[in-house]
Nanobody, 125 residues
Framework: QVQLDESGGGLVQAGGSLRLSCAAS????????VGWFRRTPEKERDFVAA????????FYADSVKGRFTISRDNAKNTVYLQMDTLKPEDTAVYYC??????????????????WGQGTQVTVSS
């Protein structure tokens, strides 16, 4: 069993930065792919970024490539999403998900065994 808890959301001006954290409980977290997705009124679940269990493979949506960075610290059971050069269209509720399968499965299906409760990110213009 894995429980996920996101934090770090908030209100920021366009061009600013935020760092989201996804803290996990459970001794097997280090074996899980972790992904960040976001929800807007237009889209229920939109892939943002994912990282393999080892951290050796990372994936980004084209819309955030070059602006967002995903990383993980398995010793701290935490995955981070550094978001720079934020744009108003990044406004969304951000969720992290954990799944034992390959990141490509999570990215293509939008599915995960475990989800956090989400954290709101609002970018003002």
């Amino acid at each position: 069993q894995v429980q996920l808890d996101e934090s770090g959301g908030g209100l920021v001006q366009a061009g600013g930065s935020l760092r989201l954290s996804c803290a996990a409980s459970g001794r097997t977290f280090h074996r899980y792919t972790v992904g960040w997705f976001r929800r807007t009124p237009e889209k229920e679940r939109d892939f943002v970024a994912a990282i393999s269990w080892s951290g050796g493979s990372v994936f980004y949506a084209d819309s955030v490539k070059g602006r967002f960075t995903i990383s993980r610290d398995n010793a701290k059971n935490t995955v981070y999403l550094q978001m720079d050069t934020l744009k108003p269209e990044d406004t969304a509720v951000y969720y992290c998900g954990a799944d034992p399968r390959d990141p490509v499965v999570m990215i293509t299906t939008g599915e995960a065994d475990y989800w956090g409760q989400g954290t709101q990110v609002t970018v003002s213009s």
